[in-house]
């Protein structure tokens, strides 16, 4: 429900006008702030904590998505993904804030400000819980075919809006298996993240590779570019998942040139992070 707030009598300040005097009337403040939280707590969000005296102040803003996350349904139509994102799985409730079917048709099932329940147990560039501070979308896609080009088409559609809309930075464009190696293998190896990049979503090697210098670490870079390394084998796996087409689970041949050049663009980033949505 968006306009939860609408309608929901704030909670009478906590003591304010209950008289505190002899004996029983001293327990009335207790009593009418245990009534408040009830009240409150038969509303599906509260506001306003009743156990404080609320001031206000016109000077905040929502907690706004620092990522987006991309996934495969690994299911055969959208329609049963959908209903699994309003529902379940065997692990119990999922969602998502989008899906996109493989005819491009883009579904929202949470709003954007809300965290939708799809990345699990995470963590990217040294920070966990993806679903506080991700957008999740869904691709109908069953994990062993190409993605289709509508849906890769409505994406880029998708990313656009949400970049800008959200100021989420353009580079923080992730896949599930990157934010959770050990478990998740999606989007897998057919997803075109070279298509993205060419539209300006995600991280990319730019061509023509140049050689690491001397003294280079790829783990340190790995470490940058955001992979979690307490099980480098799972991390390089989603690293070669994403940046070359296979999930090999070890040093390979041309690593350390991509990922010089990877940080050599995260390096060169601004120090500063992007200002938050206006609204
Ligand atoms: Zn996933």
Redesign the pocket.
């Known amino acids: 429900m968006k306009h939860h707030h609408v309608g929901i009598q704030r909670p009478s300040r906590p003591g304010a006008s209950v008289p505190v005097g002899r004996g029983m009337k001293r327990l009335r403040p207790a009593a009418a702030l245990f009534a408040a939280v009830l009240l409150a707590a038969c509303a599906s969000a509260p506001e306003r904590n009743p156990v404080a005296r609320w001031e206000g102040s016109p000077n905040h803003s929502p907690r706004w998505a620092r990522a987006i996350?991309l996934?495969?349904t690994a299911m055969d139509s959208a329609q049963g993904a959908i209903r699994t994102l309003q529902t379940g799985n065997s692990g119990g409730p999922v969602s998502a804030h989008y899906l996109i079917g493989d005819d491009g048709v883009i579904h929202q099932l949470v709003a954007d400000g809300e965290a939708a329940w799809?990345a699990g147990n995470s963590r990217w560039a040294g920070v966990d819980e993806l679903n506080a501070w991700s957008i999740g979308i869904?691709l109908d896609n069953d994990g062993r075919e190409p993605f289709a080009p509508a849906q890769v088409d409505a994406l880029l559609v998708l990313l656009e809006e949400l970049t800008v809309r959200l100021r989420i930075p353009r580079h923080m464009v992730l896949g599930?298996s990157d934010i959770a190696p050990t478990r998740?293998d999606?989007p897998s190896v057919h997803f075109p993240w070279k298509v993205l990049a060419d539209a300006g979503f995600g991280l990319w090697p730019r061509e023509p590779l140049r050689p690491a210098p001397p003294g280079f670490d790829a783990w340190v870079a790995m470490r940058l570019v955001g992979y979690d390394l307490r099980d480098p084998e799972a991390a390089l796996a989603a690293f070669h998942r994403r940046f070359r087409g296979n999930e090999a689970r070890h040093w390979l041949p041309g690593d350390a040139e991509i990922l010089f050049d990877l940080q050599q663009q995260l390096l060169a980033l601004p120090a500063q992070a992007p200002a938050p949505p206006a609204h």
Request: glycine residues 0%; aromatic residues 0%.
């Open positions: 996350v996934h495969h799809h869904e599930h998740k999606d």
